[in-house]
């Protein structure tokens, strides 16, 4: 790896992750100046020459999401701008997903519409990590990258060596993501059966699959208010569970998610870096959080030396 042609920058949206991928590279944070108007309007100035380098912009597009989202894109403009080579989009969140289709009349596809715009600011290439649906690599005419929290989350509870563990997808949506799950685990598989009426908002009606005295493991690929989670959780102890924990790549915990957390019977939820976790969700005992910058930092690494990626898709 060329350090002197390799820039990795870093939007506001998570600086940690992005210096502790450096550090991964043995590779020094590029110096650009992110900073807001008074009236909030975006100032995005790159303080190091790029002309001619190959780049990388690490911005989960996180809470606030569009001012985020609209920082990426005047980043990647003025990167563009400056002649930088090829621009990697580093979203290890990536925002607006879980709008991926026509699901209402009279809706925006919005997941698409974000693809496009980061396109049209400049990117060559993208960078994610769990989509929340898959096939929204299919909006980008650019070369997607789409990796996995897995191995990241399998190299903490291999270890555990859990007894009686039962691998327990949220929904039918994530039973492709559970059962994988399940095998690196050498786990059964469960499946709880939600109805949703509106978002954010869902009901438990079934648990499908052995739970009684076994020790359930959650899989999800985002947290958000923890409606989904907790619901899951109390209707697994139903069902006569030994005891139920949970794991999801992205902690986008906002609303009621920390209070009802903690008040859950949950014993412990896993996450990973790719959202900063609040200074208040950083206390709680329950929550422990697990860094994919290795993970990433491969990536990257991979990309900038057109190497193969694919050994990292599992």
């Not at 002197?4 to 991964?24: M, Q, T, W, Y």
């Not at 001012?67 to 607006?96: D, N």
């Not at 598989?189 to 359930?216: H, P, T």
């Amino acid at each position: 790896m060329n350090p002197d042609r390799i820039k990795i920058f870093s939007g506001s949206a998570n600086r940690p992750l992005a210096v502790e991928i450096c550090h991964n590279l043995g590779v020094k944070l590029a110096e650009a100046q992110v900073k807001a108007f008074s009236d909030s309007e975006n100032n995005i100035q790159i303080q190091e020459n790029v002309r001619g380098a190959d780049v990388f912009v690490v911005q989960p597009t996180c809470t606030p999401v569009d001012h985020h989202i609209m920082e990426l894109l005047f980043m990647i403009h003025a990167l563009k701008l400056s002649s930088a080579e090829r621009i990697t989009a580093v979203l290890p969140y990536y925002g607006y997903a879980r709008q991926d289709r026509k699901d209402k009349p009279r809706v925006p596809i919005s997941a698409k519409l974000v693809a496009s715009l980061i396109e049209a600011s400049g990117t060559d290439r993208m960078l994610t990590l769990d989509l929340h649906a898959a096939q929204i690599q299919g909006f980008f005419d650019i070369p997607v990258d789409h990796l996995f929290g897995t191995p990241v989350m399998i190299d903490y509870f291999k270890p555990l060596e859990i007894p009686n563990l039962t691998v327990v997808s949220p929904d039918a949506g994530g039973v492709e993501r559970a059962r994988a799950f399940a095998k690196r685990l050498n786990a059964p598989l469960a499946i709880i059966d939600k109805r949703r009426e509106e978002a954010n908002v869902a009901e438990v009606m079934n648990v499908i699959g052995r739970v009684k005295d076994r020790n359930c493991l959650m899989v999800d690929d985002l947290i958000d208010t923890a409606g989904t989670l907790v619901k899951g959780a109390q209707a697994l102890l139903d069902h006569k569970a030994a005891s139920v924990s949970a794991c999801a790549t992205h902690a986008v915990l906002s609303g009621p998610a920390l209070e009802r957390i903690e008040k859950s019977p949950i014993k412990e939820v896993v996450v990973t870096n790719s959202i900063p976790l609040s200074a208040e969700a950083r206390k709680m005992s329950k929550i422990r959080q697990l860094s994919i910058a290795p993970l990433l930092a491969r990536a990257v690494q991979s990309i900038h030396e057109e190497t193969s990626v694919s050994i990292l898709f599992v």
